[in-house]
T-cell receptor, first 113, second 116 residues
């Protein structure tokens, strides 16, 4: 089955700097890669996603890259702000939304003022 | 996006009792629902996949007789934690998906279970 690895487990950056979180996946059949932000005690919130037919996607300060050959994908947050502090999860999914999502282990991002 | 609710949002129970958690899709038909468990400072771990009208598929290591899942309609799935013990204390989250072209799943708000 699918296995998703995520690094680093914790990340502290100065406000205004960039943050990068990296993930790898094992199942070449995975074709959808969402990223979630989770605040304490709340549900995961989808912040950006990428499909396997695309190499890069950007939404304002957030961007995601995908290297299908290497089975790597990364989240980039630029101009970080205090409200970016949260736990971020990468995930991988094969097929439609009726397919299960496998989550990475999570990255606790802290933004230093 | 779709609206997914869970009930209750939190529950405290005594060891040995059973607890039922409901997951409802409020504005679309959810052919598939997923149940996750999240321990403090850990990731979401998939417990089972629930398809409407059929038996749930459990992930390896999840006891199907302890975590009973019923998906009797396209808008409701229930997870019953039977004979709960303190180690079952966790955050339980459901998500729903359809067979439509979109890959996005929609998560419920979660249920915090505390077993004394």
């Amino acid at each position: 089955g699918e296995n998703v690895e995520q690094h680093p487990s914790t990340l502290s950056v100065q406000e205004g700097d960039s943050a990068v979180i990296k993930c790898t996946y094992s199942d070449s059949a995975s074709n959808y890669f969402p990223w979630y932000k989770q605040e304490l005690g709340k549900r995961p919130q989808l912040i950006i996603d990428i499909r396997s037919n695309v190499g890069e996607k950007k939404d304002q300060r957030i961007a995601v890259t995908l290297n299908k050959t290497a089975k790597h994908f990364s989240l980039h947050i630029t101009e970080t702000q205090p409200e970016d502090s949260a736990v971020y999860f990468c995930a991988a999914q094969a097929g439609s939304s009726a397919s299960k999502i496998i989550f990475g282990s999570g990255t606790r991002l802290s933004i230093r003022p | 996006g779709a609206v997914v609710s869970q009930h209750p949002s939190w529950v405290i129970c005594k060891s040995g009792t059973s607890v039922k958690i409901e997951c409802r899709s409020l504005d679309f038909q959810a052919t598939t629902m997923f149940w996750y468990r999240q321990f403090p400072k850990q990731s979401l771990m998939l417990m089972a996949t629930s398809n409407e009208g059929s038996k749930a598929t459990y992930e390896q290591g999840v006891e199907k007789d302890k975590f009973l899942i019923n998906h009797a309609s396209l808008t409701l799935s229930t997870l019953t934690v039977t004979s709960a013990h303190p180690e079952d204390s966790s955050f339980y989250i459901c998500s729903v998906g359809t067979r439509a072209s979109t890959d996005t799943q929609y998560f419920g708000p979660g249920t915090r279970l505390t077993v004394l």
